[in-house]
């Protein structure tokens, strides 16, 4: 494509994403990516896909994780052998006494351990940032839950049926968070921030953190926020605000 | 010296064919295991998405330490030129490449997804320490393969010393990947130290020595073949050697991080509070897997037994599997920090200890690698010329 | 390869009355044209769906025409739903007859993405 054609076309979309963000109903506002993408158009490394977490706004709701089950096909867990690929972790500074609650999923690393690790590379980073599993040739060594220092990651145990087709995963291999890729693709926002949005919190903010208009890029450089053990230096998609 | 002739075994016993058929049995039980997992998925081990490496991990990765040390004899005799070793030098190529072949199985067969061999043997990451492993284990089996040959065939009477420097090399490396196998995972606090690459190879001398040794005992007796004092004499002082450096890196490992103050939750769960972890740690690997058999080996009134080095040698090995289990379930029992300072809970087990169960198929699957490392050695004494013909003291002599 | 297809496409009777393993009936319930001519499907279809595969997942591609999820949405059986469970189904009745291990749907679902998602009437409903 050329670039005057892909100028026009993210232009059409910021002129949609301006009229949606108008016509939205009032108290839901939805940070629709800007850039979606044509269907044949791969994705970028200019953009750098992520989330802010507000914990601020954040309470014991669970509606980020019921929306990824539905989303994803994850059944409710009920064994330790079920996979999850978010989970509310409640949090007491063992000082201070002060208590928060932080949806964790992938961490969507710069630097992933997980694909470090994986002998056949299968876990790979997209050009835009999302870190996801290729269980074509994904082995089942679950190297990558031993790398991963977010327990991000799960290994499916049994037989899985009615898979999501735009969300296919199986026995024997790892999984984790996608980001949603699969909406993400078609310029919709992931499940758990369309369902936070919707139940009036708006805790998590999805948006390309590389693009300085962004709503996300916009409070990452207002707010103070963190990342999850930036210590190990993985530089996550995800940040939190308020811990 | 003169020569000592190799010659195979005769094979032809009840004894001999009932330890065939026993081991036989166990590794079809292994096999029947595997289908067991591979059929009905992982949900059938103890294993979880909280421990994710379990019994199978634990016996093979603790064959595959002890492949590369099965080694130390063969390379004593053609790396350090300790030509009374030499006879020994071919069974200890074998039961390197037996270890390894016992556990390579044990670790392919635990896989998500065994039917993709291919796939791990095609696409490589080369940023992986566990795609090196593959491109180690794989070599190991070539040189020493060659090596072997190198030994066995009159042709091959000149490559011995380069063989053997190639193989001696290409196992320190093959121990020093599997190692880095944890030593690379910074994010856990059980592991993310380049110690448990030599404290690997360390170990790895140990296994190797007392399996070997275990070995050569029971084949001299069930092949009635001579063994003399003099030679076990050398191999027991060698064992008690490896046993004390053993404990001696197990000490520095802990010892450091109980220095760094990050990692006191971690010491406190493995040496005091770990119940089955810190049992394991105290009673079988230190206690009965380390100091039990020092006093065995080194004891004046004991250590001119042959039961005592057979003791020991057993006794060494238990301990390893016990220093296995600790290093990688207890590693993984310990949780995650995440937020440090913070106390977590949630409903994906944070904050807590993370119990394990082994389930009968994976600690079966584990049992049979040992059973396949020993029925490789078995047969291939009865095929090939790898043990002597007497070992008696007045053999071999200058 | 492409002798085999020929004689197994054109020669059915003759190897029914060898006794041999019976060609697969393939029903095909939705009119109209495949992406691609059915002789070249039969012979590459699957590496049509290997290369939209690394393209979709690894580069983000998400054109339709050789997608998996296309080829369920046309030849799904109308009345199961589905392209495998009996060798009455499209990818099923040919892959037991050819004796090709069908890996797939082991994580892709065998189902057209609208009867898919209405098993998940709950996400719809979610404002």
Redesign the interface.
Known sequence: MSDVNRGRRQFIGWGAAALGGLTLAPGVMLFAPAQARAPEEAASSRVRWGLLIDTTQCDGCTACIEACRRENHVAAPSRKTDPQWIRKVELKDLRSGKTHSAPVMCQHCEHPPCVDVCPTGASFKRADGIVLVDRHICIGCRYCMMACPYKARSFVHEALTDQNPDVPRGKGCVESCTLCVHRVDRGRNPACVEACAAAGRNAIVFGDLNDPNSEIAKRVATYASTQIRADLGLNPGVRYQGI | MSAIALREIEGRSAGYYGLLAGLGLIMLLGLGSAYTMEEHGHVVTGMDNQIVWGMPHVFAVFLIVAASGALNVASIASVFGKTEYKPLSPLSGLLALALLAGGLMVLVLDLGRPDRLVVAMTHYNFKSIFAWNVFLYNGFFVIVGAYLWAMMDYTGTRYVRAAGMAAFLWRLILTTGTGSIFGFLAARQAYDSALLAPMFIVFSLAYGTAIFLLTLIAACRGAGRELGDALLKRLRGLLAVFVAASLYFVAVFHVTNLYITQHDGFERFLLLEGGVHTFLFWTVQVGIGGAAPLVLLLHPALNARRGALVLASALVVIGGLAQMYVTIIGGQAYPLVLFPGMQETSGFYDGQVHGYAPSLPETMLGLSGIAVALLIVAVSVKMLRFLPERLADTAGEH | MIVALTVAAAATAAYADAGRVPTPKIVIEKGGKCVEDVAVMRRNHMEFLKHQ?D?T????????KHSL?QC?DCHASRKTGSVVGSNENFCQSCHAYAAVKLDCF????T???AA??A??A??KG??
């Open positions: 595969r393209d997942m690894r580069r983000g591609i998400r054109s339709t999820q369920i082991e994580c892709h679902s189902k057209p993405k898919a998602a098993g998940t709950v996400a979610n404002p």
